[in-house]
């Protein structure tokens, strides 16, 4: 292996690592000396991937794989535990599982399943998996989140609604977690790429016939992977990147300043200035408390 290794001695935990952008964010990281633990559905892909990983690190063992649900408690407690016990801990976690269907608009059948299951996986556990990853990083003493959103998360269309609102949420979740690095020293980031050409992105363009969405996927120029691979490095180095979303383009990386109509709320109400600025103050120690009945309540 030709690398720095700069991430020497640094575990990554990574959700959808078995193929695609999971993978290729994996080898990255270990080309930077750095050891994952891989979680997905797809065992033969993920079996495969980390005799990858090993052998490209000359047969060390340096990547793991476990069968993980990520809509499951269980199985995120399971993924990072044996982070825990095979690499002593976790200082980076990707969420990266998510998926991709043509069963997003308004008038398609009433499907509980179908509409809620993109909801579960793109969404609910990304909420899940932080919800794990924050306790075991803050046992590490502090750490990096990042969670795959998509540009689908800062701008909608009809043909992928339901999609978009899915990252979203995401979205909205990453902006939440902004007092999290001064709570226990972790940084909650999103990454929002447009089309990558992945099976995720041929899901969506290859949609019903005469969608026109599915023409606009094809005529739309697709993110160098590299690009992904360094917005990812760039959550991870940069401390000052916390609770942000950077923007990948077909033309590079960049940050997305979300509105903020919290100067005009104040503007016209002097007692929510002042009760914000507070807040903010109050809700670390109170967190603080928090974190800590919480890591006693799960033994991390």
């Not at 292996?1 to 993978?23: C, E, F, H, L, P």
């Not at 002593?88 to 990266?96: K, P, T, Y």
């Not at 972790?186 to 026109?212: G, H």
């Not at 300043?257 to 670390?284: C, F, R, T, V, W």
Request: one cysteine or more; charged letters at 25%; glycine letters at 8%.
């Amino acid at each position: 292996m030709t690398s720095d290794k700069q991430y020497a001695g640094k575990v990554a935990v990574i959700t959808g690592g078995a193929r695609n952008i999971g993978k290729c964010i994996a080898t990255d990281l270990v080309k930077k000396g750095a050891k994952v633990v891989l979680g997905d559905l797809l065992d033969a892909d993920g079996d495969a991937t980390v005799k990858e990983l090993n052998e490209l690190a000359g047969g060390e063992e340096i990547a793991a794989y476990i069968h993980t649900d990520v809509t499951k408690y269980a199985d995120n407690v399971a993924l990072f535990k044996l982070a825990d016990t095979k690499f002593g801990g976790v200082d980076i976690a990707i969420f990266n599982a998510g998926i991709g269907t043509n069963a997003n608009t308004m008038f398609m059948p009433f499907d509980d399943k179908l509409d809620e299951r993109m909801l579960d996986i793109n969404t609910t556990a990304v909420i899940k998996g932080n919800k794990v990853a924050m306790l075991h990083l803050a046992k590490r003493g502090g750490g990096v989140i990042i969670n795959m959103a998509s540009a689908a998360g800062l701008q909608a269309r009809p043909a992928v609604g339901i999609y978009c609102a899915s990252k979203f949420g995401v979205v909205g979740w990453v902006r939440s977690c902004n007092l999290y690095e001064k709570i226990c020293n972790v940084r909650v980031n999103a990454v929002c790429p447009t089309f990558i050409q992945t099976s995720l992105a041929d899901d969506l363009s290859n949609a019903v016939d005469d969608d026109p969405f599915a023409k606009l996927v094809q005529k739309m120029a697709k993110v160098p992977m590299e690009y992904v691979i360094e917005t990812v490095t760039k959550f991870i180095d940069e401390e000052e990147r916390n609770a942000q979303t950077l923007v990948v383009l077909p033309d590079g990386i960049h940050l997305y300043e979300p509105p903020n109509p919290y100067g005009h709320i104040a503007a016209h109400d002097p007692g929510y200035a002042e009760g914000l600025e507070e807040y903010s103050k109050e809700s670390i120690n109170y967190f603080k408390k928090r974190l800590a009945a919480a890591r006693e309540r799960e033994g991390i």
